[in-house]
T-cell receptor
C-alpha cells in the first residue's frame, strides 16, 4: 500500500520568496508521484508528475519537484512566489505501472503575502 | 472541450433523502472515478469505473452506489444521506487505468447533509 505525508498544513510566503512544499511517500514498489493544485472553489489541476527517467521534473507555472528515492521525498518548489500561487496543493502517489489508484496527502494551503 | 463537468455544484439534503450526482467527460476517456474531499484528509476514492460497463469499489464505498451510464457519464447515488456524507465530491477521468495516465478532475459538488 502507498501513503503520502505532507509536512505542514499551511505555508505562508512573501511575494517573490521561495515556495517549498514538502512531501514524503511510502511505497513498496517504485512509485509514480504527482503534485496537484486546487484553486478556491475549483477542481484539482495537475502541476507535474514523475513516472520514470529524470528525477527533476518541471511543471506548469514555474513549479518543479525532485524525486529523491533515498529520502522517499518529492518536494515541490518555486523560486519566486506570485499572488496567483495562493491555493491548496496536494501530493499523490501511485504504486507503479501496475497500479492506478491515487493516494493523496492531506494537502498544504499556501498563502502569499504582498 | 469542457473536460469533466459535474452537476449540481451545490446541494443541501436532509438526513435520509436520496440524490444522484452527475458527471460527464468529453475527452473520450475510458476510466472514471468518484472521490470525496474532507478537510485534513485529502481526497479518498469512493468508486471507479475502468471502462464502460464496469465499476469497482474504492477506499470508502459504504453508503454510495454508482452507474456507468455510457462512456461519457458516471453517476454517484446516495440512497439515504447521512451527515457523515457532508463533503465535496469530485469526479475524475483518465484515458485508461494505467499509473501514467493523468486523471482530470471536475469542479466538484459541495454537499451538505443536515
Amino acid at each position: 500500500a502507498q501513503s503520502v505525508t505532507q509536512l505542514g498544513s499551511h505555508v505562508s510566503v512573501s511575494e517573490g520568496a521561495l515556495v517549498l512544499l514538502r512531501c514524503n511517500y511510502s511505497s513498496s514498489v517504485p512509485p509514480y508521484l504527482f503534485w496537484y493544485v486546487q484553486y478556491p472553489n475549483q477542481g484539482l489541476q495537475l502541476l507535474l508528475k514523475y513516472t520514470t527517467g529524470a528525477t527533476l521534473v518541471k511543471g506548469i507555472n514555474g513549479f518543479e519537484a525532485e524525486f529523491k528515492k533515498s529520502e522517499t521525498s518529492f518536494h515541490l518548489t518555486k523560486p519566486s512566489a506570485h499572488m496567483s500561487d495562493a491555493a491548496e496543493y496536494f501530493c499523490a502517489v501511485i504504486g507503479g505501472s501496475n497500479d492506478y489508484k491515487l493516494s493523496f496527502g492531506a494537502g498544504t494551503t499556501v498563502t502569499v503575502r504582498a | 472541450n469542457a473536460g469533466v463537468t459535474q452537476t449540481p455544484k451545490f446541494q443541501v439534503l436532509k438526513t435520509g433523502q436520496s440524490m444522484t450526482l452527475q458527471c460527464a467527460q468529453d475527452m473520450n476517456h475510458n476510466s472514471m472515478y468518484w472521490y470525496r474531499q474532507d478537510p485534513g484528509m485529502g481526497l479518498r476514492l469512493i468508486y471507479y469505473s475502468a471502462s464502460e460497463g464496469t465499476t469497482d469499489k474504492g477506499e470508502v464505498p459504504n453508503g454510495y452506489n454508482v452507474s456507468r451510464l455510457n462512456k461519457r457519464e458516471f453517476s454517484l447515488r446516495l440512497e439515504s444521506a447521512a451527515p457523515s456524507q457532508t463533503s465535496v465530491y469530485f469526479c475524475a477521468s483518465s484515458l485508461g487505468l494505467v499509473g501514467t495516465d493523468t486523471q482530470y478532475f471536475g469542479p466538484g459538488t459541495r454537499l451538505t447533509v443536515l
